[in-house]
Structure formats: structure tokens, C-alpha cells
């Protein structure tokens, strides 16, 4: 298991009493919630529009989240198909805000990206964005 987190940060947020249960830990389904937030903003960015959430798979609760950590999620595509892309997710603690960084959650969420009536929608390829890019930036 690697040491350092794989992948974009891509949120950080507080746990906070109202997300845990009586003994202090925070809900799984917080957890996996800040994740989908997290994977949804990264496969958004990446489609250039509005995603879906489809699939959650490989989920992996590694070790608790606790009131007052700092959860950290870090994004990575996966895999990239013509209308969905699987976005690699790993949830870090900062415990108590600033002490030690530890994995507490993986996962592989698929996303599927949409288009202005909620159809399913081809996302341009890495190379076709760049060029659209460009084409913007020397024609603007």
C-alpha cells in the first residue's frame, strides 16, 4: 500500500460531530458521500460537463474517520470509455486537523457523462480536448 496519496487532491473537509456516530466515528456513508462529490467534480472536469454517478466498486474502508479530522480525497481516472470514465478515489485523515495522514477509504467510482436532457454523452478524448483548447486560445 502506498505511503503517499495517488492521484489530484481534490477536496478536503472537516468531520464534524453531526457526522458521527455516538463513539465519535464518522458514518461510512459520509465517508462515501465526500467521495462521490470528489469523483463527480474530477469526472466532470475531465467530460467537460454534467456526470452521473453509476457505479461504486473495489470500496474499501481501511481505517475510521474520526470528528475533527480533515478528510482529503485525491482523484485519478482509471479508465476512460466513449460515455463513461471510472474515477479512482482514495479518502486520506489528517488526524485532528493537522497531525498524521493516514488512507481510510479506496474505491473505483464510474461516472457516466451527460448531456443537456440527461442522455448519455461522448466525451472527447484527452488529444481532442487539448485541440479544442488550443483552438480556443489562438482564437479568442
Partial sequence: MSMQPQGDLTTR??????????????????VLSQM???GGIHAGQRAQGR??????????FIKPVHVG????????????????LA??????ALRRRLG????????IFTFVALDAEGRPS???????????????????
Avoid at 69 to 84: K, P
Wanted: hydrophobic share 45%.
Fill in 122 to 140: 461522448p466525451i472527447a478524448s484527452v488529444t481532442d480536448a487539448a485541440a479544442t483548447n488550443q483552438h480556443r486560445t489562438t482564437h479568442s
Fill in 100 to 107: 498524521d495522514r493516514v488512507k481510510v477509504t479506496e474505491g
Fill in 13 to 30: 473537509t472537516l468531520a464534524m460531530p453531526a457526522d458521527a456516530n455516538p463513539s465519535g466515528d464518522i458514518f461510512g456513508g459520509w
Fill in 36 to 38: 462521490d462529490i470528489a
Fill in 87 to 92: 474515477i479512482r478515489l482514495e479518502a486520506w
Fill in 69 to 84: 479530522d480533515v478528510l482529503c480525497v485525491y482523484a485519478a481516472a482509471e479508465r476512460v470509455g466513449r460515455t463513461s
Fill in 51 to 60: 456526470v452521473a454517478t453509476v457505479a461504486i466498486e473495489a470500496m474499501h
